[in-house]
């Protein structure tokens, strides 16, 4: 493989958040690197090639053949469907970097293409509540992990290569294997969803529909429930393609909620301070507490 | 009771987090006003005074007395006690309001003190992961909801010089019984916190804590997680105090994430859809997206 990842040509599949934000981040650091999209959806196209985002616009998939780098920002499940059927018409030497947020079925999918191809791995940990190229912002990626899962074939060259790709959007490249990731976010990502999501069907129960709308909230119900505001088809994607890591976090979740229930209904004050202290230090090594 | 809440002299006991903050919006707004605040440190005191954010310290909380608007910023069990022991030493006319977080006790502690004095409970909606007066600054409560819980015996006119005063500090009032306050923030702001703790303690459980301190948390994480950094001896009394709506809520939350895992686990993926569309739905009638 032989390719300068600060100069190649980039082809999109999938102009949305991701994929718009990725072209700009592109476009902002050189606007002359060759930058193409395929969406399905025309006025996408148009919003990034009269935005300067992309140079040149596609309907049709296939019409990505030919850029050097091409990068898969569209539904995880659509995503190994490509794999599946389209990949295999790429000419050689095209490097694939995909973004979904599961690894292990795409990375598999990837295994299966011919050695003429180098596919990798890809996961940036950037998100928003609102989605589509009017979300995208060049700046999306600035300071967020971007995982790696390379292919047991993946040259150290290739590899190399896209971590500073990566560092290019403004991201920190994090090499690490697909199943181990997978496990990972599980608990790290996936999980966090699902616990907003049970907040906010909780409170409805509790306090009823009529006062949800009531201004009552605070800064810390706003981001603690943030992620429920999420896309669901990707949400939901996310979930059922890490289907096992995502239980299993869920669980052990749920296990600790109802260690902390019996504490506070057997009155144990002492041992939820001791639970509570300890969340707290786990917090500050996670995440030391910017002042 | 006659007040002019946006110039009376005001006695803060407690120059922490909330009580510093209070001091400063009021001291930005008007340096004129007279402000004096009784803590047991001496130091915060000193930085107070040096600061200009007060105008008088003591370590004596008696020397208060004099002061046309008292408030309370100690932590809740500290409040109750000390309306129980001092409050009546307080000369007649003397405004109190304090800033726990359940209202029910103190409101209960108040409805005992003589009608020479005027008390409303209060709960400011705001906060941060680290305390004490360094931490203080004068927009804290800047666009938070600012609950106001009166007594039976409360005029009307106080309340209304209340909500002006809350008004200066830049928060918006909302006035509302103690019992149904302690029930709404039960489920909007204490179960927020435990929720967040359980996520933490099972982050720790699934990947250990040697990869806790990895840096590859995503800004959902870390905002999903922020409530359990917040101060241990707060957060415990805030769970205690109001033990019964807390244990209602987390039961009720447990619940919503027991049949999100039942869906995952029985590979109900529309019945998952409908859910997770559901919460999004709600979200956006609690707080519609910024974009």
């Not at 940036?124 to 967020?144: D, N, Q």
């Not at 090499?175 to 616990?195: F, K, N, Q, R, W």
């Not at 201004?215 to 994607?237: I, T």
């Not at 202290?277 to 996670?286: P, W």
């Amino acid at each position: 493989v032989s390719i300068d990842t600060t100069r190649c040509s980039v082809g999109i599949l999938g102009l949305g958040l991701i994929g718009g934000s990725i072209a700009m981040a592109l476009k902002a650091r050189d606007r002359h690197r060759p930058v193409m999209a395929a969406d399905r959806d025309q006025s996408t196209l148009d919003y990034g090639l009269k935005h300067g985002v992309i140079d040149r616009g596609s309907t049709l998939p296939g019409d990505l053949a030919g850029a050097e780098l091409i990068i898969l920002a569209i539904p995880s499940g659509h995503i190994v469907k490509w794999l599946e059927q389209q990949a295999c018409t790429l000419p050689p030497g095209t490097v694939i970097l995909d973004t979904g947020s599961a690894k292990r079925a795409i990375v598999s999918a990837m295994e299966n293409l011919p050695p003429s191809l180098h596919p990798v791995g890809g996961h940036p940990m950037a998100g928003k509540e609102i989605s589509g190229i009017v979300a995208a912002e060049e700046t999306l990626f600035r300071g967020a992990p971007f995982f790696l899962t390379p292919l047991a074939r993946t040259p150290a060259a290739l590899l190399r290569e896209l971590e500073r790709f990566v560092t290019l959007l403004g991201a920190h490249p994090l090499v690490v294997e697909a199943g181990a990731h997978d496990a990972m976010v599980g608990g790290s990502s996936h999980l966090p969803y699902l616990a907003s999501v049970s907040l906010v069907l909780a409170l409805e129960e509790m306090i009823g529909k009529a006062l949800i709308s009531r201004p009552f909230f605070s800064s810390g119900f706003r981001d603690a429930s943030r992620l429920a505001a999420g896309d669901v088809e990707m949400s939901l994607a996310m979930c059922t393609s890490n289907r096992d890591h995502v239980t299993r976090a869920l669980r052990e979740f749920l296990k600790q909620g109802e260690s902390l229930l019996a504490l506070l209904e057997h009155e144990d004050d002492g041992g939820l301070r001791e639970r509570l202290g300890h969340a707290r230090s786990l917090r500050s090594i996670i995440l030391p507490p910017r002042v």
